[in-house]
């Protein structure tokens, strides 16, 4: 147990970086740490490096994972399976497999044409953004790893229930009828990706992503810190503490139309957190961020009718707000 | 003449595959034409089921990766013999 919290203090929690970074600005900054704004410099210069270096070896390590689980091999084994295993194994392939955003709809139109049910392949969609390896471990590392497994499990539960539902209300009419029809895959042997490709992939990954996030992590983390230094307690509690009814409601649908990183929103949630706001209020914020935007929403809208899509929204949207209030009640079991 | 056409629907990631398969055609020396393909039901029909793509001469050669200028000239190469 001694090791494994000894592996949490210095990869996860980063205390080494964290007394760096104090050093830095305190001695060689010669810098007064009992002012909140140079404490408020110690955050952003810890949690900034601490998050880039996690999301870098992060993302490597997982899209080098992930390049053994295509959605070419995800769609052959959902295949053959019905009911509720597919949508369970629909949620969690979901997790594994990569995909970008950009690819959500010729996914969404490869599963159905090839007649995976409506149900299995929204759980597939709605568990890939939301619970996905990088962001468990970067929860982890920011709150601790009850609340990361904690926050799976929900995530998990909430698209194989999403999935499960959409399934019952036989809406299939509500897809646009181009994505019934039926095309095969590409008559070529699916790529052999030697161990070359796969470190090419991972490496462009870190590439990518970081280039699309950094903006949001330093936003993000800016935003921490200015919560935790500068804005006063007092406020934060009126509008989303815990005894506030309407806190997680509001977290949730301030986050719904926001197009954010989860890297960047998990500072904020931290800061939140140590605030005195409730834990299912943050993960709530977190999630809707995540799980629903507006791009996405506007991607969707062409293949999905909008009734369907209304109802997709309305689905997730209750999850996730469910989710925060049961964690708001029972979160402090896992602190 | 070779046509060789990139299936995405806009996102950075397919813009780049553009312009690496450019290089390729231009390094090269092919007599090729690339376009782009962003219509949603035309990518669909192609049946793949990440983009980018790449499709040459109407054959899928690749899908769900960005491909370096080298390995473009190497699919291009093979498909010319």
Redesign the interface.
Known sequence: MQIFSWLNDVFLKMNWLHDGTGFFVVDVLKLDPSNPFVASLHYFLYDTLKIFILLSTLIFTVSYIQSYF???RT?KILGHYKGLGANTLGALLGTLTP??S??S???F???T?AGLPLGVTFSFLISSPLVDLASVILLASVFNWKIALAYVFVGLILAIFSGTVISKLHMEDQVES??Y?K????D?EE?QLTRRNRV??SI?AVK?II?KVWIYILVGVSIGALIHNVIPESLITALLGQDKWYSVPLATLVGIPMYADIFGTLPVAEALVSKGVGIGTALSFMMAVTALSLPSII?LK??VKTKLLMVFVGIVTSGIMLIGLLFNAFGYLLF | MMIIKILGTGCPNCLKFEANAKQAVKELGLKAVVAKETDLAKISAYGIMRTPGLVIDEKVVSYGRVLMVEDIKALLTKQAA
Not at chain 1, 183 to 186: G, H
């Open positions: 295509s959605p070419e769609r995909f970008c950009c690819s709809i010729p996914l139109i490869g599963f044409s181009f994505v029809r095309s095969e895959l590409p070529m790529e090419d992939i462009l990518d280039q991607l062409k293949v």
